[in-house]
């Protein structure tokens, strides 16, 4: 998970994760990472518009964001 985190902010590329909130409430997150620690992660969410602090123990899985494919005509 290090890796991708670190690939993130090197590449300023956005992030998918699947995290869930303390109130045990499961989300799919689209993401900035600004930084990260052996604890937590900071990064501007897009579904809350607003830069979040994220426990790295209830992210449940991270990816780089894949661009939905156009079709062309």
């Not at 600004?34 to 209830?58: G, I």
């Amino acid at each position: 998970m290090n890796g991708i985190l670190r690939r993130a902010i090197e590449n300023k590329q956005p992030v998918e994760m699947i995290y869930v909130s303390s109130d045990n409430k499961m989300t799919q997150r689209k993401a900035f990472i600004q930084e990260f620690n052996e604890d937590y992660v900071k990064a501007y969410c897009f579904l809350r518009k607003s830069t979040r602090v994220f426990k790295l123990s209830r992210i449940l899985s991270i990816s780089p964001y894949k661009r939905p494919l156009r079709k062309t005509s």
